[in-house]
């Protein structure tokens, strides 16, 4: 194990092996990376990870990689030799976890399973996130982002119901995946460190980081026998509640929930006659006037100069937002005050701007971020510093395509 190295670091003394690809594992092991946690990517030789190849690029290098993989060190190896298993088996020995994302049953058959690895570091805690996970009838199955958010359920109720369901924006199954399984590594580590506990296997499938956070999705049906349909912007816990076009053809976010919250909104409205309304007296009843409430508002909204808008919703301490893109991101005065956004130098294509290192911590300042690594950037430090090998091994496994 690596010892706490002095600084501010919350995570400093921990060392993880990023055996992983594309976004659910390696992410997981950038959420280590931004607070201090020494993360060695390792990747196969002259291909690298596949992120590394899917753009957008700027002067040849790729802006994804850039994000994910920044505070990361990367080594190549060949973990399918003899040579390249044993090299790993001695990083793993000096390792506190590892965590991979391939189909179920690859490491096992490079000879590299859990088993193997624990005879090598009874300490180590292995994070395995998969599309299905390691065990059931369709733990061999391929699975990335959207067949997750299929099988999980949630893609089935996004969309309107007249149309097909619709994907969500970014790649919520690997995101979520990842700060699931970034939490469960967590939760091992600290098990083992502070009540004696020894390594353990995780195995995390991402459709049930999917089935985790659909609410009320799975008891809603298994007593009530409700089926939940797509419902477009609509959603049970608002009334009202919609995406609303405004004066100046922007789109505006606002739900009411609590009838402390719909009092107000009445209140800045100027609508007395929905709060003497007795339709209108609970949620469940408002739920069930949702479209003409809806209507009401919409048009209440459109009809309002933005400005004078804003300030009403904010006098009645109302929640709303407009729907920004990123343009709008980028300039946004609360992102800038909070530093939501940050600049990473890169030598080769000059500063990247991205998210900063989330969340923000009392005591513990933000260190710089290191830009995502050259493939084999660290191959020298790595294999040498810390395996001390000798220059003349590592050319020479290099040279064999083990390195």
């Not at 400093?12 to 201090?36: E, H, K, Q």
């Not at 970014?170 to 020894?198: C, K, N, P, V, W």
Request: charged share 25%; aromatic share 8%; proline share 6%.
């Amino acid at each position: 194990m690596t010892s706490a190295a002095p600084g501010p670091h919350l995570l400093s003394g921990l060392r993880i092996l990023d055996l992983g690809t594309m976004v659910a594992g390696p992410v997981a092991c950038t959420l280590f990376a931004d607070f201090g946690a020494e993360v060695i990517k390792v990747e196969v030789p002259k291909r690298g990870d596949t992120v590394r190849d899917l753009g957008p690029f700027v002067d040849g290098k790729c802006l994804y990689w850039s994000v994910e993989a920044r505070n990361k060190k990367s080594v190549t190896l060949d973990l399918r030799v003899p040579e390249g298993k044993e090299l790993l088996l001695q990083l793993i020995e000096q390792a506190d976890a590892v965590v991979e994302n391939f189909r179920p049953g690859t490491l096992e058959k490079w000879g590299l399973g859990y088993d193997v690895m624990k005879a090598r570091n009874p300490k180590l805690v292995l994070l395995r996130i998969s599309g299905f996970g390691q065990t059931g009838p369709y733990r061999e199955r391929a699975g990335y982002d959207r067949i997750a958010l299929a099988f999980g359920g949630l893609m089935g109720i996004t969309g309107y119901a007249d149309r097909p369901p619709v994907r969500i924006g970014t790649s919520i199954a690997d995101y979520q995946s990842a700060i699931l399984g970034a939490f469960s590594l967590m939760m091992a580590i600290y098990h083992r460190d502070m009540h004696g506990g020894e390594g353990q296997e995780i195995d995390l499938a991402m459709y049930e980081s999917i089935i985790r956070f659909t609410e009320v999705l799975v008891p809603a049906y298994d007593r009530m026998g409700t089926v939940r349909e797509r419902r477009g912007n609509k959603h049970f816990a608002a009334a009202p509640g919609e995406h609303f076009k405004t004066s100046d053809d922007r789109y505006l976010i606002l739900t009411i929930s609590a009838d402390a919250g719909f009092q107000r909104l009445a209140t800045v409205m100027g609508r007395d006659d929905w709060l003497a309304d007795p339709r209108l007296t609970t949620h469940e009843k408002r739920w069930e006037h949702v479209d003409e409430l809806n209507a009401d508002l919409a048009a209440w909204i459109e009809a309002e100069p933005v400005d004078e808008l804003c300030r009403k919703l904010d006098d009645g301490k109302l929640a709303y937002s407009f729907i920004y893109s990123i343009e709008d991101i980028m300039k946004d005065p609360h992102y800038q005050a909070r530093g939501t956004i940050t600049s990473v130098p890169d030598d080769k294509i000059g500063p990247v701007r991205m998210a900063g290192v989330i969340p923000k911590f009392s005591t513990t300042p933000e260190q710089p971020i290191a830009c995502a690594p050259d493939l084999g950037q660290h191959n020298n430090e790595v294999y040498g510093g810390l395996l001390g090998l000798p220059p003349e091994r590592i050319a020479a496994l290099s040279k064999a395509g083990v390195l």
